[in-house]
């Protein structure tokens, strides 16, 4: 039963420290996308991919925050230094798109990120 | 003004009633459309697509009026299984390239 896999499901950390969240999407897709929520927000597109490569990350505070797909299993989102308004549910979903149509998107179970 | 807007609810039925949701969207470029349910502390998960006709599946119909630029979900004979928070999905684009868009979410409750 293919799914997409996140890595950590939960961390605590203090301000100021790194957090790297991983995410192994479903095998053959190729978008994978990055989303934060809150109750406040409610779920933010922070980066997306295509066949590995970065198409928006407009949504995604720069100075701290990366978005990588080293390679097609594995996308990283890592936040140095860390902020207590980091705090939130972090998920990566995958889908497979062809051409103008955007197909199924599947989520992982989410990193839930406590940061103090 | 968020892309996507939903009224965030809660909405708090009985067993068997009707309920619609509705959803506006700003982008009059969007042509992708889709409603998503999330369970509490879980992930999202696809429900139905939006078609420009309409479409049902089952006990829940989904509409789409481009002209107003929303989106509308109705459940019937509403199920004590059917709580959940309904998630509004619009693809968006960012130059060429299309991203999905989530709502707010709508809750809903449904008690016996």
């Known amino acids: 039963d293919a799914r997409v896999t996140q890595t950590p499901r939960h961390k605590v950390t203090e301000m100021g420290q790194e957090v790297t969240m991983r995410c192994q999407p479903i095998l053959g897709h190729n978008t994978v996308f990055w989303y934060r929520q809150t109750m406040m927000q409610g779920l933010e597109l922070l980066a997306y991919?295509?066949?590995?490569?970065?198409?928006?990350d407009s949504g995604m505070p720069k100075d701290r925050f990366s978005a990588e797909m080293p390679d097609a299993t594995l996308a990283t989102l890592k936040i140095q230094p860390s902020e207590p308004r980091d705090s939130a549910v972090y998920f990566c979903?995958?889908?497979?798109?062809?051409?103008?149509?955007?197909?199924?998107?599947?989520f992982g179970e989410g990193s839930r990120l406590t940061v103090l | 003004r968020k892309e996507v807007e939903q009224d965030p609810g809660p909405f708090n039925v009985p067993e068997g009633a009707t309920v619609a949701f509705n959803c506006t969207y700003s982008n009059s470029a969007s042509q992708s459309f889709f409603w998503y349910r999330q369970d509490c502390r879980k992930e999202p998960k696809l429900l139905m697509s939006?078609?420009?006709s309409g479409n049902e599946d089952g006990r829940f119909t989904a509409q789409l009026n481009r002209a107003s630029q929303y989106i509308s979900l109705l459940i019937r004979d509403s199920k004590l299984s059917d709580s959940a928070t309904y998630l509004c999905v619009v693809k968006g684009y960012s130059g060429n390239t299309g991203k999905l868009i989530f709502g707010q979410g709508t809750t809903l409750q449904v008690k016996p």
């Open positions: 979903a995958s889908g497979l798109v062809r051409g103008e149509n955007t197909g199924e998107l599947f």
């Open positions: 939006v078609y420009s």
């Open positions: 991919f295509r066949n590995r490569a970065p198409l928006d």
